[in-house]
Nanobody, 125 residues
Framework: QVQLVESGGGSVQAGGSLRLSCAAS????????MGWFRQAPGKEREIVAA????????YYADAVKGRFTISRDNPKNTVFLQMNSLKPEDTAVYYC??????????????????WGQGTQVTVSS
C-alpha cells in the first residue's frame, strides 16, 4: 500500500511559479512510475506529467511542455512538479499518482494504482 500526500498548492498570478511536492509512504517508491494529473471544474481529469521509477524517462502534456518539470528524489520518497510561467488555464486540482508499471510512463489515469487527495492550484489574471 502506498499513501501519497500533495503539498505546495495555492494561489498565484499569471506568470508566477509554484512547486508541488508529493510525499509517498511506501517502501518500494523507486519501483513506481509517478504521475501528476489535474482536473478543472466541469472537465475530465488529464495527465500533466509522468516519469519512470528511475526518473530517466519523462512525459509532458503538450499544454505544459516547456513550462513544467517533473522530478523525483527516491531516497526521500518524493516527487515534484515545478510549474513556471503559470497561466489561468492551469487552474485545477492537481493529483499525485503512483503506477506499478515497468519500462514506461503511464499517460492514462486507469494505469495508476494509488492517488493523493489533491491540492488546489489557482492562477489569476
Amino acid at each position: 500500500q502506498v499513501q501519497l500526500v500533495e503539498s505546495g498548492g495555492g494561489s498565484v498570478q499569471a506568470g508566477g511559479s509554484l512547486r508541488l511536492s508529493c510525499a509517498a509512504s511506501g517502501r518500494a517508491f523507486s519501483r513506481y512510475s509517478m504521475g501528476w494529473f489535474r482536473q478543472a471544474p466541469g472537465k475530465e481529469r488529464e495527465i500533466v506529467a509522468a516519469l519512470t521509477g528511475s526518473g530517466l524517462r519523462t512525459y509532458y502534456a503538450d499544454a505544459v511542455k516547456g513550462r513544467f518539470t517533473i522530478s523525483r528524489d527516491n531516497p526521500k520518497n518524493t516527487v515534484f512538479l515545478q510549474m513556471n510561467s503559470l497561466k489561468p488555464e492551469d487552474t485545477a486540482v492537481y493529483y499525485c499518482a503512483a503506477a506499478g508499471i515497468i519500462g514506461r510512463v503511464g499517460v492514462s489515469a486507469s494505469e495508476y494504482d494509488y492517488w493523493g487527495q489533491g491540492t488546489q492550484v489557482t492562477v489569476s489574471s
